[in-house]
């Protein structure tokens, strides 16, 4: 995390707070499934195949395809753009994509916005790369509560820096603070509450097209 630029850090906890959040919006909208864990949802997948017709399978299904094809494009943009262009292209794509679920808002029709935001969540994990041990902007924390643990131990047996867990602590928070907020909102706002996670993303898009533009400005 000391190697990471400070702009990473907090646009990825932002980014983070920002999956917390539209998971929560689709867990409420969806009846216990999620848009971005997709640990959580291949363990339901896995128990609704074990039962014999249950309709549970196919949406679950639905969900991963929308997953992978946004990681896929978000990876394809990113590796097609190297440097700093490419974060502010997928960061770009996410954007798009959160703007067409929130327009169902304020639509009479009922759109896909479920998968649409699964979509916008596999993107977003291309948007910002890992660095020195820490990836910010992951839209899951499974692994990094393990990693939390671990630098934690590595602190108190003094065989790390002492502060290597911050990172991930913060990590965890910031989907958890994220998520709490989108529960809140949504049940008051309904799909009106996906302006806040807009605003975000479109946040750390203004900062990394800042970035890409910064050397060619200074030049």
Avoid: K
Wanted: proline share 5%; hydrophobic share 55%.
């Amino acid at each position: 995390m000391r190697d990471t630029h400070p702009l990473d850090i907090a646009g990825g906890l932002l980014l983070t707070a920002a999956a917390g959040y539209v998971d929560a919006v689709g867990f409420l909208r969806l009846d216990g499934l999620y848009t971005s864990f997709m640990s959580g949802n291949s363990t339901q997948f896995a128990v609704s195949l074990s039962q014999v017709g249950h309709p549970v399978a196919w949406e679950i299904g639905h969900l991963f395809l929308c997953f992978l094809t946004g990681g896929f494009c978000g990876s394809l943009v990113s590796l097609r753009l190297p440097g700093r262009w490419g974060p502010a292209a997928v960061l770009g794509v996410e954007a798009a994509l959160l703007v067409v679920a929130l327009s169902f808002a304020f639509s009479p029709a009922q759109g896909p916005v479920a998968p649409i935001l699964a979509a916008a969540m596999g993107a977003q994990n291309a948007a910002l790369r890992r660095s020195a041990g820490f990836r910010p902007g992951v839209t899951f924390v499974t692994g990094t509560l393990f990693s939390l643990s671990h630098t934690l131990a590595q602190a108190a047996t003094r065989q790390g820096w002492a502060f290597g867990w911050v990172p991930d602590a913060c990590t965890w928070l910031a989907l958890v603070c994220g998520a709490v907020a989108g529960g809140f909102a949504y049940r008051g706002y309904g799909l009106e509450a996906l302006v806040i996670p807009v605003t975000g993303v479109g946040l750390v898009l203004a900062l990394a097209i800042g970035r890409a533009v910064r050397p060619r400005a200074a030049a």
